[in-house]
């Protein structure tokens, strides 16, 4: 039998506070961003007068620019073999 009385074991499985907060931070930046995303072609189309063309234009100049500081930022952290200051360069 173990020795270990429950509420040490129950105390060890306790999520700290500062955890469960950057979980909530995380969650509503992430629903924020997804509801701007959402809506912005909706908003472009209804208010500024924009064409379905030039919202796919904007879309898809968005995402290949995405893509490509991912490709490079990639490559450029495995040749300086330090991560950390892009990562937070990107996170800006």
């Known amino acids: ?15 700290p506070g500062t955890i469960w907060a950057l979980g909530f931070v995380s969650l509503f930046m992430d629903l924020s961003s997804e509801l701007v995303h959402s809506l912005l ?3 472009l189309v209804t208010t ?3 064409s379905a063309l030039t919202v796919g234009v904007i879309e898809g100049i968005a995402e290949s620019t ?3 500081v991912k490709i490079f930022s990639g490559a450029i952290s495995d040749f300086m073999g330090r991560r950390k200051g892009l990562l937070l360069l990107q996170k800006q």
């Open 1 to 15: 039998m173990s020795s270990e009385s429950p509420t040490t074991k129950a105390e060890r499985l306790r999520i």
């Open 41 to 43: 072609p909706v908003f």
């Open 48 to 50: 500024l007068g924009a």
């Open 66 to 68: 995405a893509m490509l």
